[in-house]
């Protein structure tokens, strides 16, 4: 049965093929919405909804690439299911290195569908978790001041307090107090997790002064 919330966008030309699968996907409980022309599904394409596309890869206005790629170009992560009336190495090659869950030959299985299908809810699942923690770590580290984001950069490099201050031209009591408050801002507990909140922000360490000690 389809997840709650998860829809499936289904793209083809080709009347016949289009009510077939749509009539498969809804008798298995998924919400469906299909398009005979690929360019009005990109035109009322909405990230924002939970779901995965199913396209087919040759169709007369463009190709099923270019669609992949247009999604692409406006920033949308929409987990694809490629269909093929015949198969092509190169083709699904190319779709799978650009981000394709799968690559399936017309007539399509049930069985193959339906299992592209858990994969592409699981890939589309994981983006979306992944942006929301992204957004999380954005909003955080904006609250931080100029000088509480300098202090982050020296810590994440392994500074000490004394070194910090060194580097700032401050003294290390000063620097405890912004330390403290950019880690309860940025909701960790340890270096361990700060590096790794600022691995995903991608937040480079500060560097080492030319001629500093390491004491």
Do not use: W
Request: glycine share 8%; charged share 25%.
């Amino acid at each position: 049965m389809g997840e709650a919330g998860f829809t499936t966008f289904l793209v083809d030309d080709d009347p016949a093929v289009l009510r077939s699968i749509t009539r498969l996907l809804k008798a298995a409980g998924y919400r469906t919405r299909s398009f005979l022309s690929p360019q009005k599904f990109l035109s009322s394409h909405d990230p924002s909804i939970p779901g995965c596309a199913i396209i087919d890869l040759v169709m007369s206005e463009i190709d099923g690439l270019d669609v992949q790629q247009a999604l692409i170009d406006t920033g949308s992560e929409r987990p694809i299911i490629f269909l093929t009336g015949k198969a092509d190495i190169s083709s699904s090659v190319k779709a799978m290195k650009a981000g394709a869950v799968d690559f399936l030959t017309k007539p399509v299985q049930r069985e193959a569908l339906f299992s592209a299908l858990v994969n592409a809810a699981k890939v589309d699942a994981a983006c979306r978790q992944k942006r929301l923690e992204s957004k999380s770590i954005g909003e955080r580290l904006a609250t931080l001041t100029h000088r509480e984001r300098e202090v982050l950069e020296h810590v994440i490099a392994g500074k000490l307090n004394k070194q910090i201050a060194a580097s700032l031209g401050t003294v290390e009591k000063t620097v405890k107090v912004h330390r403290g408050r950019m880690m309860s801002k940025l909701g960790v507990r340890c270096v361990a997790d700060l590096v790794r909140l600022a691995d995903k922000a991608g937040i480079a360490p500060a560097h080492q002064l030319v001629g500093q000690g390491s004491n």
